[in-house]
């Protein structure tokens, strides 16, 4: 039997590759290759949370971030995250879909793989808003067993 986070990969993966396909078609594809910088605020089931992370990329990225702040998670917050996906953006707004890798499972996130899906706006060229939420898909039926409070996050960045 395939162990659940390869299933959760595999499934993250399928569908990136389903969904960036018709994204030329949208005209959604105006993502420029860029450096961006952020610290973000848990807002949900983790209230206080704080993530340093940075994500380097054009519609294809990379990203990694850690934690920086753990208040009211029990038992302690992961230490790191890595990962990549996809961000569509046309004018200032932008989406994202991706998988990320932390380091170490909690009540939020359950597991070690993790969906990652994002939404922004770019208040200038150099400074963006952003809600991120990392979960690993319970509600998609994969790994019914694990917790899954999952992660919230309101990120203010700096794009370079």
């Given at each position: 039997m395939?162990?659940p986070?390869?299933?959760i990969?595999?499934?993250?993966?399928?569908?990136l590759l389903?969904?960036?396909g018709p994204?030329?078609?949208?005209?959604?594809?105006?993502t420029k290759p860029?450096?961006?910088?952020?610290?973000?605020l848990?807002v949900?089931r983790?209230?206080?949370?704080?993530?340093?992370?940075?994500?380097?990329?054009?519609?294809?990225?990379?990203?990694?971030?850690?934690?920086?702040?753990?208040?009211?998670?029990?038992?302690?917050?992961p230490?790191?995250?890595l990962g990549?996906?996809?961000?569509?953006?046309k004018?200032?707004?932008?989406?994202?879909?991706?998988?990320i890798?932390?380091?170490?499972?909690?009540?939020?996130?359950?597991?070690?793989?993790?969906?990652?899906?994002?939404?922004?706006?770019?208040?200038?060229?150099?400074?963006?808003?952003?809600?991120?939420?990392?979960?690993?898909g319970?509600?998609l039926?994969?790994?019914?067993?694990?917790?899954?409070?999952?992660?919230?996050l309101?990120?203010?960045?700096?794009?370079f």
């Amino acid at each position: 039997m395939t162990p659940p986070h390869f299933r959760i990969a595999r499934f993250a993966l399928a569908s990136l590759l389903l969904v960036a396909g018709p994204a030329r078609a949208w005209e959604w594809d105006e993502t420029k290759p860029s450096l961006r910088l952020a610290l973000g605020l848990d807002v949900f089931r983790a209230a206080g949370a704080m993530v340093a992370s940075a994500r380097y990329g054009a519609g294809w990225n990379a990203k990694a971030g850690a934690w920086v702040r753990d208040v009211h998670v029990q038992p302690e917050a992961p230490n790191y995250y890595l990962g990549g996906g996809y961000v569509w953006t046309k004018a200032k707004w932008r989406l994202g879909a991706g998988v990320i890798w932390i380091d170490d499972v909690n009540d939020m996130n359950g597991t070690r793989w993790n969906f990652d899906v994002s939404i922004g706006y770019d208040l200038s060229d150099k400074l963006f808003f952003e809600y991120e939420h990392y979960s690993h898909g319970s509600l998609l039926g994969i790994d019914k067993g694990a917790s899954n409070g999952s992660w919230n996050l309101m990120n203010v960045g700096l794009t370079f």
